[in-house]
Each structure stands twice: as C-alpha cells, then as structure tokens.
C-alpha cells in the first residue's frame, strides 16, 4: 500500500507551472507518485450532455482524437454524474477501477478514470480531492486553450453555432445555498437564436432566456447584439426593467431584427422575483408537485419599431419551488408531442442538471434528431435564504 496524501498545495502549483493543456497530466503524474494509478484519463461531457469524450494523459497516450464517443446515457459514467460519488469496481486483475466526478459548483465538466492496485476509504477520499483540484484548474486553464473546448466537440459546427455557443456562460449550471440551476440548448451543430445567461451578485441573481428571430449567422450576429447589450446593461447595475430597455434600444439603433426574452432579477434573501417578459413563451412551476404556466403579461419583442413599453412583474418563489424558463423551440413542431408539464413533474426528484437532459434528450427525440428551431431550457430550484455553507469533494465511494 502507497500511503501518501495528495498535497493539494504541491498540485496547484504543478499545474500552475505546467502549460494550460496539461492539466490531467499533473494529476496523472500526481496519483500514480501518491497510490500508482494507471490507466488516468478524463473524459469530457460533450455540448449537449449525451456522449463522452477521453482524453488520456500524455504518458498513456494523449488525446484519443479517433475514438468513438462514449454514449452517455445508461453508462457507470451517467451514475457516476447523476450520483456524484465515486465508482469502485474490482478490474479483473487484482486492482480496482475507479470513477470520480469532476465538478466545479455543480457543473459537471466530466469524469476521472483509473486503475488503482489498493484501494480502502483514505485512498478515495484522497482520490476525490484530486478529481475536485482538476475541476477548478480545467476551470481556469480551458481560458488559455482550446483543447477542452475540443474535447467536447461531437458534431460538426457551424459558423453560427461557434459564434452563438460563445454567448453562453462557461458553465451551464450554478450550485449556490439559495439555489440550483442548470441549462441546455440544443441543437449544438446548428443554431437558431437562443442564449441563456446567468450572474450572481451579493444579493440578486440574474437570468435571461432569449430567442433572435432568423437562423444562422443573422440569428447569432442579432443574438450577440441583444446578449451584449443586457451583459452591459447589468455589469452597469440596471435593474430588469432598465437592462429591457437598453436592450429593446440596442436593437432598434443598430439592427432590423426581432428577439423574444424573459429577463430576470431574484432577491436572494427574500425569493422575490422582479421580470420583464418581452414576447416570449411563458414559464413553467412547479411547487408543491403541481406543475402550471406562470401566465405573465406580455410585452412586444426587443427590437419592435413602435410605441411601446416594457413593464416589471413579480413572482414569490417558495422554498421548494422548480422554475422553468424556456424557449419556443421546446413546444413548436415536432415538439408538441413532449408533454412537457408531465415530464417536469415526472423530473421533479432528479437534480436541474439531469431534468434539463431529459427534457431536452425527449425535444431531440420528438424531432427525430432534426430540430428545425433552437431547444432552450433553464431550469432553476429555489432553496430559500442561505442556510449555511454547501460543500462538494466528490469523495464519496460507491461500491459495486
């Protein structure tokens, strides 16, 4: 037995040292000095959540570029995700394969694999620190390198969708003590005009859901225009109502386009919800298990060219409470056949992440693979006030 601690301190440092694409190396090099692993990779969740990608270290053979796509759905990794503990199994060769989550605040960037001769409770505590290090240095390295954002590349992509999947925040969930959300917009080869944002302050968390009439790169130049103008408007301290009519303006002063949007402030301490609905299809909520549209008022799409006003709603979120924002890509077409009020009801235990990949996984598969509009979902749990510090180490083991 190999009884070393993964020095936390020594791994930064390694991987600051090392060049941002070889973040799996240090740990690599890290768990094989400390417990003599072998076989280290990781494997990446690709843009829409539904295959893997590995990337072995350098010393096992580097990138896997021709390998197929590992099918998320049904797999030990799919577990290992939904679970966030650790996967242990004896290998057929007198050592054990090990599974760790890779997650950063709730974003599940992938996957940790390797092959240990000893395990026992020390050993993958230890393990699951390391998975946790390498989430926050994949995190920081994949802005110097493309080689993560390649990692998760399963489709051809067009030019629209490069310039539209640059709008969307880094991570497309968010765990804080007030609240879960997460994300997701398919198609990712092709693109018609969605974007999703979020932001968290002190005291508010924003979010916003768009749709940009038109598909390909007139839909993502339009969808740039309006993502820019709202970013602006907020990081300036504009409230909902402010960041609508900046962005409304943006529009009208330098484009001929149309977007739909819900726009989003949410007191953090109270659950008060201040919006602006700018033409876009209503929210779901869920709360107490049943599921109804928030049936808001409507005002004119951003960009419209007339009288027009945008006005701020309320919402009282409950401790509890699932919000589902989305776009009309997720009821139109094809889509209709997704009972989407049953589905989200039939999620309702499953953590946002994993009920944002059912529903949109049922959109793709109502639609046959071919989705003529963008798929966009938002799915945000409220906790209520903060209670206290939430922690993750994806130290837990999980035996089978």
């Keep these: 037995m190999v009884d070393a601690d993964v020095a936390l301190d020594e791994l930064l440092a390694a991987a600051e040292a090392a060049p941002p694409g070889e973040s799996v190396d240090v740990v690599a090099r890290t768990l094989q000095r400390g417990f003599g692993a072998r076989n280290v990779s990781f494997l990446f969740v690709d843009l829409i959540g539904q295959q893997l990608v590995r990337l072995t270290a350098a010393a096992e053979g580097g990138v896997q570029g021709d390998a197929a796509p590992i099918d998320l759905q049904g797999s030990v990794y799919d577990r290992v995700l939904q679970s966030q503990r650790q996967y242990v199994e004896p290998d057929g060769g007198g050592g054990w394969r090990v599974i760790v989550p890779v997650t950063n605040r709730g974003d599940c960037v992938g996957v940790l694999e390797m092959t240990l001769q000893h395990t026992d409770e020390a050993v993958l505590r230890r393990v699951g620190r390391a998975a946790h290090a390498l989430a926050y240095i994949i995190v920081t390295d994949r802005r110097f390198t493309d080689l993560y954002h390649l990692g998760r590349r399963t489709t051809n992509t067009s030019l629209a969708a490069e310039i539209q999947h640059q709008l969307l925040p880094s991570a497309a969930c968010c765990e804080a003590p007030q609240f879960t959300l997460a994300a997701g917009l398919v198609p990712a080869d092709d693109i018609g005009g969605d974007t999703y944002d979020y932001s968290l302050d002190r005291d508010t968390l924003h979010l916003s859901i768009t749709d940009a009439m038109g598909h390909d790169t007139d839909s993502a130049l339009l969808a740039t225009l309006l993502v820019g103008a709202l970013r602006r408007a907020r990081r300036s301290g504009c409230d909902a109502l402010r960041q609508a009519n900046q962005a409304h303006q943006a529009l009208l002063n330098h484009s001929r386009g149309l977007a739909t949007g819900q726009l989003l402030c949410i007191d953090l301490e109270t659950g008060l919800v201040e ?75 499953l953590h946002p992440r994993e009920t944002v990949r059912t529903l949109t996984a049922a959109v793709l598969d109502a639609c046959h693979g071919d989705l003529k509009d963008d798929a966009t979902i938002l799915v945000l749990d409220w906790h209520g006030a903060r209670r206290g510090d939430s922690s993750e180490n994806g130290a837990s083991p999980a035996r089978r």
């Design 275 to 349: 919006l602006v609905n700018a033409g876009h299809p209503w929210p779901l909520l869920l709360r107490d298990g049943t599921v109804e549209e928030v049936k808001l008022a409507v005002n004119l799409p951003f960009g419209v060219s007339a009288p027009s006003s945008y006005r701020v709603q309320e919402l009282r979120l409950h401790p509890g409470d699932r919000l589902i924002l989305l776009t009309d890509g997720m009821q139109e077409r094809g889509a209709v056949a997704v009972d989407l009020a049953e589905l989200v009801h039939d999620t309702r235990d």
